[in-house]
């Protein structure tokens, strides 16, 4: 359980400059997701933090404590790789045990905790297999529970999720945000995917091509976007943009405003469109509609409501759920 | 291709195939039987089994040019360099597999390319410099000339096999925290030990083998079964069943070798350009 | 895996290695460049001195010259060609299913495995010796003078125990390339309605063109250097190529400084080979 503070990190590979100067404390006992699009530098950040990797120039402290000279064995972190990187060689066991017997600890006490993570995970009756005689889910948690073991000042994740099927994601999804209560630890978590850092953060961390663009509590980035591009990435379906002349009546160069926050059939303020295409979820019904004055827009409606293309709309804006940007795309207040 | 092939198609192919491989074989398989025949019966033509069958030829080979000591050369040498390949190659395999610079690809295909230099462009320089220093046919040398002569083969072979290894399972040993000795013993070692042995397989078949240096640079003391077999180029009577005796006895143990490891050989000869 | 730590300690790793083949391959070779442009002949100790382009002069107007490069290109391209073609026949017919693959497998690649100072013996007396041979006892069954392979045709005599000992070699290449074929692709030419001769001509020449090609470049540059098959049946008077006159000159003449000119002309033949070869795996590599 520990605190993670980031001082103007940087990190080039060669001359590219993957991460341009982050500043970030992770809270102590908190879940903190890195987001961001595919090539942002996420992973980098985490390998920076793990030791993987050497910073350009900047700081990483653990609990006020330098160790950005420190090799990754020296700074008690644990990690979840994406491809779980088991060892092929070895049993579950033995998997899970690895950290504790690379720290000298006597082969009962290695018994007993491994027993103890395999119950939490229910890995006790594999315990004897190799990691290639288990199904994806399996793995990740042989994965997660040599990362638990050992106790470790703060658990990096690295897109742990990325390579099971949907419905195992939700399950594990699940299972992570109750690890994370039971251990109280402090939890790094990357992913590219908004969904899962909406659902599991306590806070979020932003990045864009290697800088933050913002950091804050789920509802808060929904709530409250500092920037055009936070905007756009939190939130499914995307939120809707419009410049030009309906943007400057609202006095900013850009607008945004969420698909669930415009009314069907309301008339003042009202814009009008034809549907183009309606996706029926059941409990939503997203309408992809062409508006003369807005352009393209997509339309969030509750229940599965009647709509075939070519049918004519009258769109209205909840006023105070417009967003709105300057000609920087930075959020106007 | 996933269809069913009709039994007579099968059929076919079968005798075809198996026509192909025996006449492949042949020659070896001749000089197996021949190896058991009197010398007399080796002459004989269409006579394919001997009349009688003996093992004297293998007696008489052991005496006459001392088979053991050529063989135990073979060994030495071939095992020797492949060895002291290893211990070159393992760490350079290593370190351009999971630690790659800007210059690793100009360097691997550089060692390549001293594998492609012509045996003769080193030819008098090394012969006289083993002349002066009394190394012709002292086992020490002949053995680092060879270990020279593959190391580039052994560096690609490992490197191949080294590729394939996830650095993700090397990165979350030092996150566990091994340091660099665990990481190479505990996680590193036991998955490359396949890639290692079938390296070293190959390239121990390829030292039993070599026939240039060996022929110039032994004779008796240090000399491989190459060279004890080239001592009976020029006949001597009938000796065709002595012949046959001491190629069987020379080649038999690295056939086996090689049969074993015959799947490895694609990926070692090719540099890895042929998956 | 990339902190300064962990990287000081690659450099480290593969510099013995490096050090080493670079000494290998330098040394001698400067050495070698050194004794063409001199005089030297261990037979004759008096001469000394810098011969300028006289050891290559000599070496190239040698009465044997023409001919040791005629034979080597040829013994070349002859072994090539045939255990390219044979191979490919070789590999196609592997492809298939058959009772007992994996021993025919294990017979058709035993000739790599065999030395080659044996398979030169075994085939100059077991085989093509015109009285005793094997050869020579089927040529007179269906009534043919029994042929003196060595002494009437040494040089094809050569090329045939070569392409033996390298048609598996090309056989298992071009096997492990047709099994690579993606079985989907298969799948879908046949669902396109590719007949066996077209799918043959699209889908599976062009996919064996890489291992070919790496097959002919590896080849050609041992077949360049070819040495223990003509030294032990004693032909390299008659089917010598331009190894065999270098050891000849040095070894057997004494001749340090012609030879050594000899021995750069080989190392300039084989660059040009092994250029491309270099550039066509280089290509291919990943790292
Ligand atoms: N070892 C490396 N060498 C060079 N460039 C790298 C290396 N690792 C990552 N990069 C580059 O850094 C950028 C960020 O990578 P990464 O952190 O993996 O992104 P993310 O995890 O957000 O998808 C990418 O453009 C990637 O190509
Ligand atoms: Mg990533």
Not at chain 2, 30 to 35: A, D, H, K
Request: charged share 15%; aromatic share 10%.
């Amino acid at each position: 359980m520990s605190r993670i503070e980031l001082k103007a990190v940087r990190k080039d590979f060669g001359n590219l400059g993957v991460i341009n100067g982050v500043d970030l404390d992770i809270l102590d006992g908190g879940f903190t997701v890195f987001v961001g699009p595919s090539g942002c530098g996420k992973s980098t950040l985490l390998r920076l933090i793990a030791g993987l990797e050497d910073l350009t120039s900047g700081q990483v402290l653990i609990d006020g404590r330098d160790v950005t000279e420190l090799g990754p064995a020296q700074r008690e972190l644990a990690m979840v790789f994406q491809s779980y990187a088991l060892y092929p060689h070895m049993s579950v066991r033995n998997n899970i045990g690895f950290p504790l017997k690379m720290a000298k600890q006597p082969e009962d006490m290695i018994e007993a905790k491994v027993r103890k993570a395999a119950e939490t995970l229910n890995l006790t009756a594999y315990l004897d297999r190799r990691p290639g005689q288990l199904s994806g889910g399996q793995r990740q948690r042989v994965a997660i529970g040599r990362a638990i073991v050992r106790e470790p000042k703060a658990f990096l994740f690295d897109e742990p999720l990325s390579n099971l099927d949907a419905a195992l994601r939700v399950q594990m999804r699940l299972e992570i945000m109750q690890l994370h209560k039971s251990l109280g630890a402090t939890m790094v978590y990357v992913t590219h995917d908004q969904v899962e850092a909406m659902t599991m953060a306590d806070r979020i961390v932003v990045l864009n091509q290697g800088r933050i663009e913002q950091v804050g509590s789920p509802l808060e980035l929904y709530d409250h976007p500092k920037t055009l591009f936070v905007a756009g990435f939190i939130g499914s379906p995307k939120m809707n943009f419009i410049s030009g002349s309906v943007a400057a009546r609202y006095g900013a160069a850009t607008i945004g405003i969420r698909p669930e926050h415009i009314q069907l059939g309301a008339s003042d303020g009202g814009f009008t469109g034809t549907i183009r295409i309606a996706e029926h979820l059941g409990s939503d019904t997203f309408i992809h509609a062409e508006s003369p004055e807005l352009g393209s827009i997509t339309v969030r409606a509750t229940g599965n409501i009647e709509a075939s293309p070519g049918t004519a709309l009258a769109l209205g804006f909840e006023a105070s759920r417009v967003h709105r940007f300057d000609a920087q795309g930075v959020a106007l207040k | 291709m996933a269809r069913q092939t009709s039994p007579q198609r099968k059929l076919i192919v079968t005798l075809i195939a198996w026509t192909i491989g025996i006449l492949m074989f042949w020659p070896i398989l001749w000089t197996i039987l021949t190896s058991f025949k009197t010398e007399q019966d080796a002459v004989l033509m269409p006579q394919l089994f001997s009349t009688g069958w003996t093992f004297e030829n293998f007696g008489i080979v052991q005496e006459r040019s001392d088979y053991l000591r050529f063989a135990m050369n073979s060994i030495i040498l071939a095992f020797g360099s492949t060895l002291l390949g290893l211990v070159f190659a393992i760490p350079a395999a290593w370190s351009m597999a999971f630690s790659p610079s800007k210059r690793t690809k100009d360097t691997l295909l550089w060692m390549l390319s001293t594998k492609m230099m012509p045996p003769v462009g080193a030819l008098l320089p090394i012969y006289l410099i083993f002349k002066d220093y009394h190394w012709i046919d002292q086992h020490i040398p002949v053995l680092v000339i060879m270990f020279m002569l593959n190391l580039p083969l052994v560096i690609w072979m490992l490197f191949t096999y080294f590729k394939e290894i996830p650095v993700d399972i090397l990165e979350a040993s030092r996150m566990d925290g091994a340091g660099v000795w665990q990481e190479l013993t505990r996680v590193l070692a036991p998955m490359a030990l396949p890639g290692i042995a079938s390296t070293f397989l190959l390239n121990v078949i390829l030292a039993w083998n070599e026939a240039f240096w060996t022929l110039k640079l032994t004779d008796v003391h240090a000399a491989p079964l190459t060279v004890f077999i080239a001592s009976y180029s020029s006949p001597e009577g009938l000796f065709w069943a002595k012949l046959s005796a001491a190629s069987t006895m020379a080649i038999a143990p690295i056939l086996i070798l090689g049969w074993f490891s015959q799947k490895q050989l694609v990926r070692g000869l090719t540099f890895g350009a042929v998956k | 895996m990339a902190t300064r730590h962990s990287q000081g300690i690659a450099r480290l790793a593969v510099a013995p290695a490096v050090i080493v083949l670079f000494l290998w391959m330098i040394v001698p070779l400067v050495m070698t460049i050194y004794f063409s442009f001199l005089r030297y002949n261990l037979l004759n100790p008096d001469m000394d001195g810098w011969a300028g382009f006289s050891n290559f002069y000599y070496f190239i107007t040698d009465e044997s010259f023409p001919g040791a490069v005629f034979n080597t290109l040829a013994l070349v391209a002859t072994v090539i060609v045939a255990s390219v073609a044979g191979g490919l026949g070789l590999a196609l017919l592997l492809d298939q299913p058959f009772w007992g693959r994996g021993i025919v497998r294990l017979l058709v690649i035993s000739p790599f495995f065999i030395m080659p100072t044996v398979s030169a013996l075994v085939w100059k007396n077991l085989l093509m010796n015109p009285i005793y041979g094997l050869f020579a006892f089927l040529q007179q069954l269906v009534g043919i003078t029994p042929l003196d392979w060595f002494a009437k045709v040494p040089l094809l005599s050569v090329a045939i125990i070569a392409s033996w000992q390298w048609l598996p070699f090309s056989a298992l290449i071009i096997l492990t390339a047709l099994q690579s074929l993606d079985e989907e692709q298969k799948d879908a030419s046949a669902m396109d309605g590719a007949r066996a001769l077209s799918y043959f001509r699209y889908i599976v020449l062009p996919h064996l063109a890489r291992p070919i090609t790496v097959v002919i470049l590896i080849e050609t540059i041992f077949l360049l250097n070819i040495f223990a098959e003509i030294y032990v049946t004693s032909v390299g008077g008659l089917a010598g190529n331009l190894t065999y006159l270098v050891y000849f000159q040095g070894l057997l003449n004494f001749d340090i400084g012609e030879a050594s000119a000899g021995g750069l002309i080989a190392v300039v033949l084989a660059n040009l080979v092994s250029i491309f070869l270099v550039r066509i795996i280089g290509r291919n590599l990943e790292i």
